[in-house]
């Protein structure tokens, strides 16, 4: 019985293309919600709850990742160094990450 009707619950079938029934489960999953309850609030014209952000993840090689933050920890200390005004030619270290991060482009491009 629901709680809120205190009614029998009954089960309804229907029919329909499975393209069309993948689209409305995908469609469901994004509220995180099952298929039914969609349903039933488009039908009772309630609101439906905001939708759930996926998270995109792009693959990449694990090898590349460590090298881009070996990179960013080199740019963090040369900023710590500027920052707390230490004098030394920051023009050399750039240039260097600058040639590693060419370096890195040309190593993982897709031809």
């Known amino acids: 019985m629901s709680e809120k009707t205190k009614e029998p619950i009954k089960l309804f079938t229907m029919k329909l293309p499975q393209s069309k029934l993948e689209r409305y489960k995908h469609f469901a999953k994004s509220y ?3 298929l039914s309850h ?3 609030k488009l039908l009772d014209d309630e609101p439906l709850p ?3 952000r996926q998270k ?3 693959k990449a090689d694990p090898e590349l990742i460590r090298q881009i933050a070996a990179i960013g920890n080199n740019l963090n200390q040369i900023s710590r160094r500027v ?3 230490d004098k030394f030619d920051v023009t050399v270290h750039l240039l260097s990450i600058e040639y590693q991060l ?4 040309h ?3 897709i031809y």
């Not at 060419?102 to 482009?105: A, G, Q, S, T, V």
């Open 56 to 58: 995109s993840t792009l």
């Open 32 to 34: 995180d919600l099952p």
């Open 50 to 52: 905001k939708r759930i």
């Open 83 to 85: 920052n707390q005004g």
């Open 107 to 109: 190593a993982h491009q």
């Open 38 to 40: 969609i349903i039933q």
């Open 102 to 105: 060419e370096r890195l482009l």
